[in-house]
């Protein structure tokens, strides 16, 4: 089964700057997907940005884009002009037939 | 409006006494799955379903059951809960557990094993 892994467990940006949450994963599979979700203190879980690993081109998605490397294993969340609502866990994910999830970044946006 | 329902939100016990968690989701959904978060580890799988009368353990299916009866419905049954099953529950489903589909995730259930 993959596996998933984000070293940051926690982050903090300032309102309206821009921070990229790491994500890499391991998998012997060569279709699959990713994703981020997002959990704000709420605890609903939201889905952010999803990318095919067989596109090459990066996803995005407003303020949020990725940054896919393949062939490095890696799968970086960026946020642009963070606003104090991006405050939340976010967890990275890997799909192929079987989601596995990170351990989650705890981001705080400052104002 | 589509969703998952998820209940309940909040549940204290203590050791040793049988609870169901519930959840059923009005999508038409085939797959759906069991979550536990823990901090520092993420959401873990405890079971999944990818149809009807179809259940497969996950990373940690240990003290936990369920069951698919109906295409809506995927209970957790704890039979003898135990204080290492405090944790955050979630329920999810998607239209298949394949490729790129989102899954729908229930509000979760934050339970307390005295």
């Known amino acids: 089964a993959q596996t998933v892994t984000q070293s940051q467990p926690e982050m903090s940006v300032q309102e309206a700057e821009t921070v990229t949450l790491s994500c890499t994963y391991d998998?012997?599979?060569?279709?699959?997907?990713l994703f981020w979700y997002k959990q704000p203190p709420s605890r609903q879980m939201i889905l952010v940005i999803r990318?095919?690993?067989?596109?090459?081109q990066n996803a995005t998605e407003n303020r949020f884009s990725v940054n896919f490397q393949k062939a490095a294993k890696s799968f970086s969340l960026k946020i642009s002009d963070s606003q104090l609502g991006d405050t939340a866990m976010y967890f990275c994910a890997c799909n192929n037939n079987d989601m596995r999830f990170g351990a989650g970044t705890r981001l705080t946006v400052k104002p | 409006e589509a969703q998952v329902t998820q209940n309940p939100r909040y549940l204290i016990t203590v050791t040793g006494k049988k609870l169901t968690v519930t959840c059923s989701q009005n999508m038409n959904h085939e797959y759906m799955s069991w979550y536990r978060q823990d901090p520092g580890l993420g959401l873990r799988q405890i079971y999944y379903?990818?149809?009807?009368?179809?259940?497969d353990k996950g990373d940690v299916p240990e003290g936990y059951k369920v069951s698919r009866k109906e295409k809506r419905n995927f209970p957790l049954i704890l039979e003898s809960p135990s204080p290492n099953q405090t944790s955050l529950y979630f329920c999810?489903?998607?239209?298949?557990?394949?490729?790129?589909?989102?899954?729908?995730f229930g509000s979760g259930t934050q339970l307390s094993v005295l």
């Open positions: 999810a489903s998607s239209l298949s557990q394949w490729g790129n589909e989102k899954l729908f």
């Open positions: 998998t012997s599979e060569s279709n699959y997907y």
């Open positions: 379903s990818m149809n009807v009368e179809v259940t």
């Open positions: 990318q095919e690993a067989y596109k090459q």
